[in-house]
């Protein structure tokens, strides 16, 4: 005879003594999501839909959820809000802040989640999984999400110059490429764009039967150097600025010039390594790591131990521009110890393993340039650049 299963008749709620309105907001281009918990409201969740941007009915349902918290409750509470880190940047949560509201932004990919291969997501559901993970982390849960850190105006301006740049030269080797794909579809080859002669060098080309340059294809391969010049000028305007901010800079922190005294280390890594990571403050070297997305990512689970790479869950710019400044470290500290380590590193792979082991050597040097910056620890055997 089947037995059933025991079913409490209603469910038990989870946290009945909330001191705060808990809130968060699912963003979108279109429509903002406000999801709310209050206190006295019978622990149920409640959900109301503004117009994208539209701070001031945001803000009226705020107060709108204070007065029916204090009408039921007798008390008046504050308000902690919490979003996700996305395309709308920090100025809402900058908003809020002004409004004397507790804000926080969350890292959207540190949120547990169910990891069924067809699970729902609709925004309904994200919005209550933001409180839930913010009840959570306002009781002290350990590594329940990733909070961000959200850098000042002036911080966060500071990045836009070394970012600018990156995209500039993309873009550059795109319209070089595209130059040297139309030549060598007719048999040129060798035509170099970024030479200061490309125009006269494209007056005198042939084609590899020995024609001159179609009208159209020279023309526009004219028009693709006129778009390449202007980059070049934008390139050179952005690296004034970059030059002049860094200084500027020892103003507010010598960090920058202890960098450029580094040999192998110019203007453009140290305005990289410095505004997207050695600017920031960190605990402790592991999170330095993290934060660049160097720190290993074990796999541990009965007899099954090995690791799988660098977590790659950190800052994409800062992680691309520590391995290139290890590559260039080994070549211009030679005698450091962390180009000794390298070495021997590589000695004991028999040679191999180079990849890999400039990944590790790219940590070591971040914790390093970490502890030089801000503790004036020096880096053994580096050498410094003659003034």
Partial sequence: MPVAA????????????????FVSLELSRSKWLITSLSPGGGEKMSKHMVAAVDVADMLARFAELRKKAEARTGQCFPIIAIQEAGLDGFWIHRVLQAEGIESHVVDPASIATSRRRRRAKTDKIDGEALVRALLAYKRGEPRVCAMLRVPAPEEEDRRRITRERKALTNER???????KG???AQGVSGYEPLRRDRRKQLEALKTGDGRP???HLQAQVGRELDRLELLLEQIKAVEAARDAMLAGVPVVSPAPAMLLDLKGIGPEFAAVLWSEGLSRHFDNRRQVA?????????????????DQGVSKAGNPRLRTTLIQTAWLWVRHQPRSALTLWFQD?????????KKT???ALARKLLVALWKYVNAGVVIEGAIVKTA
């Fill in 6 to 21: 025991h079913r409490p008749k209603a469910p038990t709620a989870i946290r009945t003594d909330l001191g705060a309105i």
């Fill in 290 to 306: 993290a934060y660049a997305g160097l720190a290993p990512t074990p796999w541990q689970s009965g007899s099954v131990d090995h």
């Fill in 182 to 184: 139309l030549l060598f």
């Fill in 213 to 215: 340059l179609p009208a």
């Fill in 345 to 353: 590193r590589v000695k004991q792979n028999g040679g191999r393993l």
């Fill in 357 to 359: 082991t400039i990944v």
């Fill in 173 to 179: 080797v795109r319209h070089v490429n595209r130059i």
